[in-house]
């Protein structure tokens, strides 16, 4: 079984099989997600009395194998399509639903660095700015018919070099490749980063990224956006924070009405994210939590600046139901595009149940501008979103959670008529090998 999932793994990478070496220091791990979950009122009318349940499945297998001593290979096998109920599949069928997302080159040391080359994940999962890779919970809601477990990936080329404190990172890649519809329509993605350690209490880094979307051979008429932000993560006083500050640069000369007027429009926005906890002992381990997000809006489309703030891919997804996209029209999902939010929660291990955690937070959801080109939008504030969830960590390669959380919507954005609550009710299994 091992050398029939390598030679699947070098198939992928490379199409043909050249030498048994090639399956040198072969090793392979994964993991299989299963998340069944209930949602009611996404009308927010109890009187509708609609619902909708779904089981939603993900199989990741992640390969890796020396090709030489200078280079080895990575490739990750990633089948995502099914829910329960929809039928058995035949072999034939499942080998067309198997996505290779990553399938990349690791050139060891040239330069003096480690060079990534090929289809390839990039980034850490919840981060407000770029994440590219398996998208975890909240998981999200992927429609009545659709499953919401998605992956993505960048083909590009992406290394970093170290010296004492500093880190430094590179890319250049490719979200998509659009040449056949409209010629050289390409999303390009680059960018460098920086993190340095002043001490064991306090970090601090930079980026500057740029998405250039490319709008067919026509001159002057590329979409870029850039992005350049600071952080700062550390310890003091025995409170762990994090902070970030982003700005957004670049032009959009798309001529899309809803970003901007006609020529060429200047990205403007800003976005800001703030966290601290606090660990204490109290017949376990007690955390506290709080956090506070703030994106720009755009409160005058018809000018030539784009304010609302934009990442390049973020995950910042907080609340089940808000980051899990089940809240309807309105941006919810990733970002904090026009969007301020808080939380505050906890999260508790009891001493007598240490494979057991409970965690819980209030949420707040608010537009950052309520008006649009001088026309209130009728609401100041989304609702708030209260999160309940159960971990049962059995073993490191076996966990369990159950989780609830209801959506209390502002009258004034969902309508006085139509302003009950939105619950949302699931289970998730996770298993690693």
């Not at 499945?57 to 990633?78: P, W, Y």
Request: proline residues 2%; aromatic residues 12%; hydrophobic residues 35%.
């Amino acid at each position: 079984m091992k050398k029939l999932i390598a030679i699947l793994a070098l198939l992928a990478l490379t199409g043909n099989i050249a030498s048994a070496e090639l399956l040198k220091n072969f090793k392979y791990d994964g993991k299989v997600e299963v998340n069944a979950y209930q949602v009611r009122n996404m009308d927010y009318n109890d009187g509708a009395k609609d619902k909708e349940n779904d089981t939603n499945t993900r199989v990741q297998v992640n390969m890796g194998f020396d090709l030489n001593e200078d280079a080895d290979a990575v490739v990750s096998i990633v089948k995502s399509d099914r829910q329960y109920g929809d039928g058995s599949q035949d072999v034939n069928t499942i080998t067309t639903l198997l996505d290779v997302e990553q399938a990349y080159l690791n050139l060891k040391g040239v330069f003096g660095m480690d060079h990534k080359l090929g289809r390839q994940y990039y980034g850490n999962e919840g981060d407000l700015m770029i994440y590219y890779g398996p998208q975890g919970m909240p998981y999200n809601y992927g429609g009545w018919s659709a499953n919401g477990l998605g992956v993505t990936g960048l083909d590009g080329w992406s290394s970093g070099y170290s010296w004492d404190k500093l880190h430094l990172g590179f890319l250049l890649a490719k979200d998509t490749n659009d040449n056949v519809a409209t010629p050289d329509s390409d999303e390009d993605v680059a960018g460098i980063t920086a993190k340095y350690n002043m001490s064991d209490d306090m970090t601090l880094g930079a980026y500057v990224y740029q998405n250039n979307t490319q709008a067919g051979n026509v001159a002057g008429s590329n979409d870029r956006l850039q992005a350049i932000g600071v952080k700062a993560d550390g310890m003091v006083k025995g409170f762990k924070y994090h902070a970030e500050f982003a700005k957004n640069m670049g032009k959009n000369n798309n001529n899309v009405s809803a970003l901007g007027a006609a020529g060429m429009n200047d990205y403007s926005g800003m976005g800001f994210l703030a966290n601290a906890s606090y660990e204490m002992d109290l017949k376990g381990k007690l955390v506290l939590k709080g956090e506070y997000a703030y994106g720009s809006g755009d409160d005058n489309t018809t000018d030539d600046d784009v304010e609302a703030f934009y990442s390049i891919q973020s995950d910042y997804r907080p609340g089940l139901i808000w980051g899990g996209n089940f809240i309807t029209g309105v941006p919810g999902g990733a970002g904090i595009s026009n969007l301020t939010t808080w939380n505050i929660g906890a999260m508790w291990t009891p001493a007598s149940q240490e494979k057991l955690t409970l965690k819980a937070s209030l949420l707040n959801f608010s537009p950052t501008e309520d008006t649009l080109n001088g026309v209130s939008i009728g609401y100041d504030t989304y609702g708030m979103e209260f999160d309940l969830c159960a971990n049962w960590q059995h073993s490191e390669n076996v966990g369990v959670k159950a989780y609830y959380a209801m959506f209390m919507p502002e009258s004034d954005y969902s309508g006085a008529a139509t302003d009950d609550t939105l619950s949302l009710v699931g289970a998730a299994f996770n298993v690693k090998f």
